[in-house]
């Protein structure tokens, strides 16, 4: 597996809104959220692409300081599926 993390500084995504985070178009407690834009799909079509690929997506996220994703894709060499893990931040 690969994993790569993203982090943003932005709102972050509140406790109580962490199963619905990758579900379309969710709705967040967050004030600002329509100054900042967005279709609300973006992690939905991530985590389609890590079920279709066998991956795993999760994340690390505090009220005001931002969120950490974490998405974890196999590697495919030569037809073969790498198991040892591995790090980058190419996403």
């Known amino acids: 597996m690969k994993q790569n993390s993203i982090i943003d500084s932005g709102e972050g995504i509140p406790a ?3 199963q619905a985070s990758f579900g379309r178009f969710p709705q967040f407690n967050i004030e ?11 992690l939905s079509i991530v985590k389609a692409i890590e079920k279709n690929q066998g991956g795993k997506i999760s994340f690390e996220s505090q ?3 931002g969120v950490t994703f ?3 894709l196999p590697i495919v060499v ?3 599926v790498e198991t040892a893990s591995k790090s980058g931040s190419d996403l």
């Open 16 to 18: 109580s809104d962490k």
């Open 32 to 42: 600002n959220r329509a100054a900042t834009g967005g279709t609300g799909l973006g």
């Open 63 to 65: 009220e005001g300081l």
């Open 70 to 72: 974490h998405v974890d």
């Open 78 to 80: 030569d037809g073969a």
